[in-house]
């Protein structure tokens, strides 16, 4: 407790590093944390450890040519005797130094017991006497450095040994970690056999290291890439926490003060040095990542200080990395997953001590909102845990499937496509069955626009009729073109149309319109449209004048005089001519837009009377084509497709080839993701694009074979070229077939689809007499 | 009287799925038919779920990175069941099915650190994928059909690192207008990537090298998500952008050129934006936070988003989380 509190008070710095001469192999600190020894094969030196920087205190390497004594593989200072070091030789020398010599060359003690090189050096922690030494000779030693030769030897009966550390608690146990992935735990007073051995790894296991407070545990590193936790205090070794690294582990080293925290470093490859926590074993708790060559060597400053660490490395740096600068994978890591799924559907993981919030809150989170007034929001929200911590952290995953009806969803999409037709009736029967459709499927706003392209664009059903003036009187003609309005305003409508979905009134003044006209009432009908935004509720009033019987037509505000001349000229409507461009005579344009803001009220004017039935339908492309851009724009190219198919020539010029190409892209990309196959074959077969129509064709292959010669047919004609004898002959016929010709693709046998068909009702076997059952799918 | 635009979207749980990873999921995704949902996890694992129907039948463990995995990718079918994973370990991992059983297609190791970011191209120009790496670099992996990968690298795209990359659409965006009728718009491959230098950038391969194109600075700390809407129907290219500053923004480009991107703010949120997934019809935003909500998003008429799903006032303040390294420390 003393030593923990004056800790904190002397040891300060920040992250620093100096340049050594050489290549460091390991580093080592003294007791009060102020100096390090750094040693190497060609350096041995110490630093002092100031506020700021690394000092160079001493250079152990001395004389003209260092013995090789001086190369190190490891060091260790003495954690009692501040004088006292010990290293390690790689010519097999253990060497004591002491630092109180007076003179330049301060080795005390030379041992050149082992015959390889040693690994490890390691002073008893509390037996101020004890040296312990592991080489790749595959012995230890312990010495007395009160004397001259080691005391006892203890020989592993394994394979080289790569590190020994005496037990921090137990005074008499020693572990000892071998190349061949063992790991024995000797007695000092026992040199003749240990007292229990375990395989580890698989490979080598280079590191290992007692646990400061737990007596019983004891992590091991290994080539294998892992870190393993032992507890050793019970009967069975049991392994407790397994941390897998990405590379070999050369050191590992518990952090102080923090009972399931270590550090490691590797010894190829990877440079980093990492501090996990062994309950979290896939992602390290925090990383150095200063050293641009492998690190050797590492050591916590302090033995109660967790903030600062040395290290020392190939690229011949000494950093100390302070605690607050490291980085942490976990910051980088995203927390949560999300995505959006086809169907609308929300994917989303997240953190699980978010997820799981106080169980109430996760409820009312759940279950409210989806039950609740639709008008309520989605909203996935879980109250944050503040006591999480880095060590327990799991994710829940939740799918959010969206609601039905929703336009997050895409079972509108699904449902349409299948539902829709696109061909085979007449144009207006199209225009009303996907009218129906939508309706059904709940999309006022693409019903509508179905029922007014079906409106605009239908064909007068004789067209010799039309220029008949008393058409109207004629009553049980089908009328139908005859939406006459001012151009500006219905603009305007058909955009609202498209925008606000209030088209069930529009819808009904069309229908009212056209059912009045085909019944045959006189027909002459006006309409006024209330103007949209000044009325939310009830956009469009409508103002239905059916007492007009003769064909003039009459403005309540008496506002177009000209129009009577429709009577005198009956071949040629006035407001026909005008059209496009223009498509009121002055006059009248003059008095509508008078009239609009007057009254507030915008104008359309519905009558058969007003139009020739050649040119309205070139009228409303433009309208057309925006609406579809609009569709499209909104992302639903269903619509934009749809309608480009059904109204065919009629818009197709209108818009650009390479727009209609990537709607019809986009849709079958839709349609094929949602795997509505058919649909998508239907729509590429229906498609004018040359692009698209070409679909079909790609990745269509067909293999045939010879009905003569049974032989695959190579030549792209119908005549095999291996037996020259027309390949596509009748088997019932005998004839040539051109057109549909079937075949048996057991036997290559074939013919008209009819005949085959004919054939296989009295007999099963082929027709060419080959006795082939043959099988036509 | 309900409008359209105003029109309320509904989204509830149907099922959540027992992932049984062992560590923090990182990413989520679903395949192509949305059949298939892929997880990754901290705990090094990817785990393939058939979620058909509402189920959830774990049909494939795939173990392989030696570190936590970040991020998963389908690619589209047409080349079989691939999918490919980025980890901690520095590794791309590219999966296939064969015959049932999933098998390391293929394994990148090019980059130096943690590879944080994977995305197929879009199917129309073949097999490629992108990988943003916290080194800094982007690759571009295009499988040249026998097995065999090129690699093309852009060293130092991102200072510190590359977060995110996400693929533009096949569809150049302005060819619908400015080329003329008939001919063939000749496609350029184009990503948008983000990281750790505040950076949304843009890139595109021209006479096969990768080039920066765009550089769009908005954001005031490392952008944490980029995601390119898919182009459906629209000339125009969209891209979403999400940074731990908490703020979210749309990037939209109408200039056939693709020279002029503006910014949009979508919205300022109390905390770190981690992601950002459009919808398929690149119409929807979600956006995922670091306070752990999902906020739905739409672009109204008038050209603004708005969140189509809103705070829960019952649930009182969104209490902000940091994590409790501070304290461990």
């Known amino acids: 407790m003393e030593k923990m509190t004056r800790v904190s008070g002397t040891v300060s710095g920040c992250t620093m590093f100096c340049h050594l001469d050489a290549p460091a192999n390991a580093i080592s600190v003294c007791r009060d944390a102020t100096q390090v020894v750094v040693a190497g094969r060609n350096i041995f030196k110490i630093y002092g450890l100031e506020e700021d920087g690394f000092v160079e205190r001493l250079n152990l390497r001395v004389g003209r040519k260092p013995s090789l004594n001086f190369s190190c593989a490891d060091v260790m200072w003495h954690q009692m005797e501040e004088n006292l070091l010990a290293t390690a030789a790689t010519n097999g020398a253990v060497v004591t130094w002491n630092l109180a010599r007076p003179c330049r060359n301060k080795q005390e003690q030379l041992f050149t017991e082992h015959k390889r090189t040693v690994n490890k050096v390691c002073f008893h922690p509390t037996e101020v006497n004890m040296l312990l030494s592991g080489s790749q000779d595959g012995f230890m030693k312990c010495f007395d450095l009160r004397k001259k030769e080691s005391v006892s030897t203890f020989s592993g009966q394994s394979e080289s040994v790569r590190d020994v550390q005496f037990s921090i608690k137990d005074y008499f146990t020693f572990a000892a970690s071998f190349e061949n992935g063992n790991v024995q735990l000797w007695d000092i007073r026992r040199p003749d056999r240990y007292e229990r051995m375990f395989t580890a790894h698989t490979g080598p296991v280079f590191c290992c290291d007692w646990h400061p407070e737990d007596r019983g545990w004891l992590a091991t590193g290994g080539r294998d890439k892992m870190v393993k936790v032992w507890d050793m205090s019970t009967n069975r070794v049991k392994e407790i926490y397994c941390v897998q690294t990405i590379a070999s582990v050369a050191r590992v080293k518990w952090r102080p003060e923090r009972r399931y925290h270590l550090a490691t470093c590797s010894m190829m490859v990877d440079h980093n040095i990492y501090v996990w926590d062994v309950r979290r074993p896939f992602i390290p708790f925090a990383t150095f990542e200063e050293h641009k060559d492998v690190t050797t060597g590492i050591v916590w400053r302090h033995q109660h200080d967790p903030y600062f660490l040395l290290s020392g490395s190939k690229d011949s740096t000494l950093y100390q990395h302070m605690f607050k600068d490291a980085s942490r994978p976990v910051d980088r890591a995203n927390p949560e997953g999300l995505c959006f799924g086809l169907f609308g559907d929300l994917a989303f993981a997240a953190k699980e001590s978010l997820m799981s919030a106080p169980q109430s809150v996760g409820d009312v989170g759940r279950k409210t909102y989806p039950g609740g007034d639709r008008r309520y929001p989605i909203f996935f929200f879980k109250k944050p845990d503040v006591t999480e911590q880095f060590a327990q952290v799991s994710s829940a995953l939740s799918v959010f499937e969206s609601e039905a009806g929703s336009s997050v969803g895409m079972d509108w999409f699904i449902n349409t496509a299948q539902s829709y037709l696109l061909s085979g009736k007449p144009f207006a029967e199209l225009c009303e069955h996907n009218a129906q459709v939508a309706k059904r499927l709940n999309r006022p706003q693409e019903s509508t626009t179905w029922t007014m392209l079906r409106i605009m664009f239908s064909e007068p059903a004789n067209p010799s009729l039309s220029s008949n003036h008393n058409l109207n009187k004629s009553g049980n003609l089908p009328l139908v073109n005859s939406v006459a309005f001012d151009h500006k305003t219905f603009t305007f409508t058909l955009f609202l149309a498209a925008r606000k979905s209030l088209q069930t009134v529009y819808e009904d003044v069309f229908l009212c319109a056209e059912n009045e006209e085909t019944e045959g009432s006189e027909g002459q009908a006006e309409y006024l449209f209330g103007d949209a935004e000044l009325d939310d509720d009830d956009l469009y009033s409508m103002e239905h004048d059916n007492q007009a019987e003769e064909p003039e037509y009459l403005l309540p505000q008496e506002a177009f005089p000209l129009r009577h001349e429709i009577m005198d000229h009956p071949s040629a409507p006035e407001p026909v001519q005008e059209k496009p461009e223009s498509p009121h005579v002055s006059g009248s344009e003059a008095e509508s837009t008078c009239l609009t803001p007057m009254e507030s009220f915008s104008l359309i004017s519905v009558s058969q009377l007003l139009f020739s039935p050649h040119l309205p339908p070139k009228f409303f492309c433009p309208i057309v084509k925006e609406m579809l851009c609009y569709y499209a724009e909104q992302g639903d190219v269903q619509m934009a497709v749809s309608v480009l198919i059904v109204l065919g020539d009629r818009i197709r010029k209108e818009i650009d080839e390479l727009t209609q190409e990537h709607w019809y892209m986009s849709y079958i990309d839709l349609l094929q993701r949602f795997e509505l196959w058919n649909v998508s074959n239907e729509v590429i077969k229906l498609s004018t694009c040359g692009a698209i129509m070409c679909l079909n064709q790609t990745s269509t292959t067909l293999h045939i074979n010879c009905s003569n010669c049974k032989r695959p047919m190579s030549n792209k004609g119908w005549i095999c070229d291996r037996c020259h004898q027309c390949a596509s002959v009748c088997a019932v016929c005998h004839h040539v077939v051109k057109g549909l010709f079937v075949w048996c693709q057991g036997c290559s046998h074939g013919g008209h689809l009819e005949h085959v068909m004919e054939w296989l009702k009295q007999s099963k076997h082929c027709p060419a007499g080959c006795g082939h059952l043959c099988e036509y799918t | ?329």
């Open chain 2, 1 to 329: 009287n309900s409008i359209v635009w105003s029109c309320v979207f509904q989204v509830s749980v149907i099922n959540t799925v027992d992932t049984s990873h062992e560590d923090m999921i990182h990413d989520a995704q679903m395949d192509y038919y949305g059949t298939r949902l892929a997880t990754c996890s901290s705990d090094r694992s990817v785990k393939i779920f058939d979620v058909k129907n509402g189920g959830q039948i774990l049909v494939a463990d795939l173990r392989g990175h030696e570190g936590p995995v970040w991020q998963v990718a389908w690619a589209h079918p047409m080349y079989g069941n691939i999918l490919a994973s980025c980890s901690y370990d520095r590794k791309v991992i590219i999966w296939k099915e064969e015959n049932g059983t999933w098998d390391k297609m293929y394994e990148y190791t090019g980059h130096d650190s943690s590879v944080n970011s994977v995305c197929w191209g879009p199917y129309d120009f073949g097999l490629f994928l992108a990988c943003g790496s916290s080194d800094g670099a982007i690759s571009v992996l295009t499988c040249s059909g026998d097995g065999h990968w090129d690699i093309k690298k852009i060293n130092n795209a991102h200072t510190i690192g590359c977060n995110a990359v996400s693929w533009a659409p096949a569809v150049v965006p302005g060819s619908l207008i400015e080329q003329p009728t008939g001919q063939k718009p000749n496609y350029i491959k184009r990503f948008v990537s983000g990281g750790c230098d505040n950076l949304v950038k843009l890139w595109k391969e021209e006479d096969g090298q990768w080039k920066e194109d765009q550089k769009l600075e908005a954001h005031s700390d490392w952008v944490r998500d980029v995601g390119w809407a898919p182009s459906i129907g629209l000339p125009t290219s969209t891209i979403a952008s999400c940074s731990r500053d908490g703020r979210v923004f749309i990037w939209t480009c109408d200039d056939p050129a693709g020279n002029t991107w503006t910014a949009k703010l979508l919205h300022k949120f109390n905390d770190a934006v981690w992601h950002v997934s459009w919808s398929i019809t690149g119409k929807i935003l979600a956006v995922s936070g670091g306070d752990n909500k999902v906020t739905l998003w739409k672009e109204s008429v008038d050209g603004q988003w708005a969140c189509i799903s809103d705070v829960n006032k019952g649930q009182g303040a969104v209490t902000s989380i940091t994590d409790s390294q501070q304290n461990e420390q």
